[in-house]
């Protein structure tokens, strides 16, 4: 049975730093495209950060560019979101999601960040 554990959210201050971390269980990571999700209340699920199965770059929405970066460990199975200098529009759950094919996909449960002084 496929799970993904989201965890690391929380509340944070403007300006201060999170990590995401979406601990995958049934699957290896380093055979699917992973990215990072969310969703903030009353809005559209939109992408945040992605990571090819192999090979090729990362790539982020434009909001977040040069404030997270998406890693993978193969060993731990697991892949990360590190956030830095978060804003308080970056309040949202996170979601985690593992794609094989159009067919073959998966999400984590997600994980709240609250952004708030």
């Known amino acids: 049975q496929v799970q993904l554990v989201e965890s690391g959210g929380g509340l944070v201050q403007p300006g201060g730093s999170l990590r995401l971390s979406c601990a995958a269980s049934?699957?290896?990571?380093?055979?699917?495209?992973m990215s990072w999700y969310r969703q903030a209340p009353g809005k559209e699920r939109e992408l945040v950060a992605g990571i090819p199965s192999a090979g090729g770059s990362t790539n982020y929405a434009e909001s977040v560019k040069g404030r997270f970066t998406i890693s993978r460990d193969n060993y731990k199975n697991t892949v990360y979101l590190q956030m830095n200098s978060l804003k308080p529009e970056d309040t949202a759950v996170y979601y985690c999601?593992?794609?094989?094919?159009?067919?073959?996909?998966?999400w984590g449960q997600g994980t709240q960040v609250t952004v708030s002084s």
């Open positions: 999601k593992a794609v094989r094919s159009y067919l073959s996909y998966y």
């Open positions: 049934g699957l290896l990571v380093s055979g699917y495209a």
